[in-house]
């Protein structure tokens, strides 16, 4: 049973889109979010993150949003170009503690 | 900069076999750990370590074990293969959260396991 629950599976833009990925988490504990992003036959790498303090983050054209009630968080990528076409992670971790727990993943595909 | 290393990149084991996915890191980070990475599933944490001499229990720590006898390596090890192990594993490192309170997390290229 996942910590991290993603949603879509996968996701078709085309360029120039806003594809939004979504995730949703349960524990309380949580107060790192980060968001990875995967090329095929390469591992996870870090793309931006968000504590719970703050609503919005914005790096280039990435953002996170975050609503601590409602326990969700998403990633927004502006203006997205066919080199954004990767796998997506949300995840979380809990204060003091490095165990990151994972979402099922979003495949995103921009299209030229 | 290596960063984290795994080995092999690719390896086909038998049902029984046995095996040691090796991992190192060259950045002095206290945390290690495994994920397996399943389609459908993300990444699971498999087991992890926040020191040397230190390992403790992920998700999925069934059929796995691990030693962390050094600060950069993290070896993880299959006594007895089964096909419900075949996966792409993920070693991956940080500092611990009291010194970097982010917890990023690095990971390694992977290692693709199949079991037959």
């Known amino acids: 049973q996942q910590q991290v629950k993603q949603s879509p599976q996968s996701l078709i833009v085309q360029k120039g889109g806003i594809p939004i990925i979504n995730c949703a988490y349960e524990?309380?504990?949580?107060?790192?979010f980060p968001w990875y992003q995967q090329f095929p036959g390469k591992g996870p790498a870090l793309l931006i993150a968000i504590r719970p303090d703050v609503s919005e983050k914005k790096e280039g054209r990435f953002t996170i949003s975050f609503n601590k009630s409602a326990k969700q968080f998403s990633l927004h990528i502006m203006d997205s170009q066919p080199g954004d076409s990767a796998t997506y992670f949300c995840?979380?971790?809990?204060?003091?503690?490095?165990?990151?727990?994972f979402g099922a993943g979003t495949r995103l595909t921009v299209k030229p | 900069n290596a960063g984290v290393t795994q080995t092999p990149k690719f390896q086909v084991l038998k049902t029984g076999q046995s095996m040691t996915l090796q991992c190192a890191q060259d950045?002095?980070?206290?945390?290690m750990s495994w994920y397996r990475q399943d389609p459908g599933m993300g990444l699971r944490l498999i087991h992890y370590?926040?020191?040397?001499?230190?390992?403790d229990q992920g998700e999925v720590p069934n059929g796995y074990n691990v030693s962390r006898s050094t600060t950069e390596d993290f070896p993880l090890r299959l006594l007895s293969a089964a096909p419900s192990q075949t996966s792409v594993y993920f070693c991956a490192s940080s500092y611990s959260r009291w010194r970097q309170n982010t917890g990023e997390l690095f990971f390694g290229e992977g290692s693709r396991l199949t079991v037959l």
């Open positions: 950045m002095n980070h206290e945390y």
């Open positions: 524990n309380t504990a949580f107060d790192y």
């Open positions: 995840a979380a971790s809990p204060a003091n503690n490095n165990d990151m727990r």
């Open positions: 370590s926040v020191g040397a001499g230190i390992t």
